[in-house]
């Protein structure tokens, strides 16, 4: 019982922390281009807002 | 069931990795921290996972990620050299079976942490290493906690999960490790991004370290018990509220010693009183027996070297009974102890060389994080508040395992080779991003295009 809590804590928070960090486009890049209306990135910089840090 | 959930886990990162390919880095740390193959008795137990999600992180990073901010540090180079030196007395070692069987392990644990600051591009994947390390040991930790409240502690009778004694699962490398986490933990309450500090971060956080806190008791791990101490004294270095934290501190021992167990205070006496433990006079014997065998083999005997020692030592009782103090003396004679010290098991297992090596990259590691403390601990920018606490914290973990390792031998815990990947990111990213050191490097650089100018 305790180690299924445990295991149940652990792993939920894990999943969750993934469907997060898939959600952010700042996992592969600090400064991501906005993105699209369809959800794509879009071709140009971002207003004001160097490409590369 | 469980056995059915962990599949489920796994594929699941295994899915979303697809997507998003640094995710099977996340999982790489998981599978080598928890070792779902060793709570598991089903498919898991059959298929080589950890090999599985090594290789799809290294085929992910070299297809896909964008390799541009890919820098090699020199500790990097450290972790390089010294893989290439214990594959070296892996060859010549003293006992070549029992040498191939850890250098199979060892050799993993170094590649991944030479691999893992390559990966580490920025700040949310920092972050995310983090996350997922110590959420991975939250799962031992927190079954461990429970169960000691529960009652269910004692000198190697506290089981994680299953009935093993490998990797984290062993009491006192759990110890070192739990207590080494506690300032990453708060670092993660405190600055983290993927759970933004809110009433349930910090609940779950302070749940979380007052767990980190029981496992030394559950454990019965002295070593557990020093670190918890040094981590007290340490964190006063750096705290802004010092009076108050004092204050709790105290408070928190106070109120927790009346309810240890009788067993604990006895045996955390034999840290004072260690002639008449057993345990710490075979220490000391393997000890003295390993400063002799370096002498006589300055390159080391390879893995598991300490196979060939056989001891003779003495353990002293004293024991009153009235106005009368008999002492006993009993002498004992062993064989074939492990070094139970991370220092000693380098020095024995990797000569001079290796152990100079090793010693270098765990300093270097202390020198750096405090380093980019002073750079970044006064800096006043929105983005630029989460830097000297990581460093501090990753330093803090180091200096609690590096106290801790003198009395276990986890010189290659993957753990901490995990730890010291993290730095190398963190230190690479930051030179990376820094704009005032960019600015400096390329004012130098103007200054010296400038000077061969007018010298032409």
Request: proline content about 4%; overall charge positive; glycine content about 10%.
């Amino acid at each position: 019982m305790v180690d299924a809590f445990a295991l149940a804590v652990a792993h939920g928070l894990l999943v969750l922390a993934a469907i997060r960090l898939v959600m952010r486009d700042d996992l592969d890049d600090d400064h991501p281009k906005p993105r699209g209306p369809l959800g794509g990135r879009r071709a140009g910089k971002n207003p004001g807002q160097d490409e590369r840090p | 069931m469980i056995d059915l959930c962990l599949t489920g886990f796994l594929c699941f990162y295994l899915a979303l990795g697809s997507r998003r390919p640094f995710l099977w880095v996340l999982a790489y740390l998981y599978v080598d921290i928890v070792a779902p193959q060793i709570i598991s008795w089903g498919i898991l137990t059959r298929i080589p996972t950890s090999l599985i999600f090594f290789t799809a992180a290294f085929l992910g990073w070299l297809l896909f990620d964008d390799k541009r901010d890919a820098r090699f540090t020199g500790r990097q180079f450290l972790l390089f050299l010294l893989l290439i030196y214990c594959g070296y007395t892996t060859l010549t070692a003293d006992w070549p079976v029992e040498a191939a069987e850890k250098w199979s392990w060892v050799w993993k644990a170094l590649v991944f942490a030479i691999f893992l600051p390559l990966t580490l591009r920025t700040r949310l994947r920092i972050e995310a290493v983090i996350l997922v390390m110590v959420l991975s040991a939250s799962a031992i930790i927190i079954d461990g906690g429970i169960k000691t409240l529960g009652g269910g502690g004692g000198y190697g009778e506290l089981r994680f999960f299953v009935d093993n004694n490998t990797g984290l699962y062993e009491g006192s490398i759990i110890s070192c490790v739990a207590i080494a986490i506690i300032p990453l933990i708060l670092w993660l309450a405190k600055h983290g991004t993927v759970f933004p500090p809110d009433w349930r971060v910090w609940a779950f956080a302070a749940g979380l370290i007052f767990a980190c806190a029981l496992i030394p008791v559950g454990t019965q791990a002295r070593t557990g018990l020093i670190c918890l101490g040094i981590l007290c004294v340490l964190y006063l270095r750096t705290a802004k509220r010092r009076v108050l934290i004092v204050s709790l501190m105290a408070a928190a021992a106070m109120i927790a010693i009346p309810f240890l167990p009788a067993s604990y205070t006895k045996r955390m006496g034999t840290i004072e009183n260690n002639q008449s433990d057993q345990s710490a006079s075979t220490r000391i014997a393997v000890w003295k027996w390993t400063l002799g065998y370096v002498r006589d083999h300055p390159f080391g005997g390879g893995f598991e070297a300490y196979m060939s020692n056989t001891l003779r030592f003495e353990t002293v009782h004293t024991v009153t009974t009235g106005s009368t103090t008999t002492v006993e003396r009993q002498v004992i004679q062993d064989g074939g102890r492990a070094f139970h010290s991370s220092y000693f098991e380098m020095l024995g297992e990797q000569g001079f060389p290796g152990f100079g090596l090793w010693l270098t990259l765990q300093l270097s590691g202390i020198v750096q994080m405090e380093l980019l403390r002073r750079r970044w601990r006064k800096r006043t920018g929105t983005d630029e508040q989460w830097q000297a606490p990581l460093a501090v914290s990753l330093q803090l973990a180091h200096v609690i395992y590096m106290f801790g390792s003198l009395f276990v031998g986890i010189a290659f815990q993957p753990f901490v080779l995990m730890l010291i990947g993290v730095q190398c990111g963190l230190w690479s990213y930051l030179k990376r991003t820094d704009t005032r050191v960019s600015v400096k490097i390329a004012q130098r650089r103007a200054a010296t295009v400038q000077g061969m100018a007018q010298t032409t």
